[in-house]
């Protein structure tokens, strides 16, 4: 799961969070789907595939907001 295939975000949001070429990340984890029939899936499904995997990134990209990129979590971390 990753937003690098998403065109239509703001490079702020690229550059706050790491996603592009440039980077090696970030990359949040594996999204599969499977079915026991050969064949099963048409090409549509890969792009709702796309969908649900970049609709579960931003839960972890809220999660990583109020912890990794916060300066106030950070510091109440470091003092606990």
């Known amino acids: 799961m990753t937003l ?4 239509g975000l703001d490079s702020d949001f690229l550059k706050q969070f790491k996603i592009g ?3 090696e990340g970030p990359i949040y984890g594996y999204l599969c789907v499977d079915h ?3 064949d099963y ?3 549509s499904d890969v792009e ?3 969908f649900f ?3 579960l990134s931003l839960f972890l990209i809220t ?3 109020y912890t990794t990129y916060s300066t106030t979590y950070n510091q109440v971390s ?3």
């Not at 690098?4 to 065109?7: G, H, I, V, Y």
């Open 4 to 7: 690098l295939n998403n065109k």
């Open 41 to 43: 899936f048409v090409d």
């Open 63 to 65: 999660n990583n907001t």
């Open 48 to 50: 709702m595939g796309y």
């Open 78 to 80: 470091d003092v606990i």
């Open 53 to 55: 995997a970049d609709l």
């Open 21 to 23: 070429p440039e980077h």
């Open 36 to 38: 026991r029939k050969t």
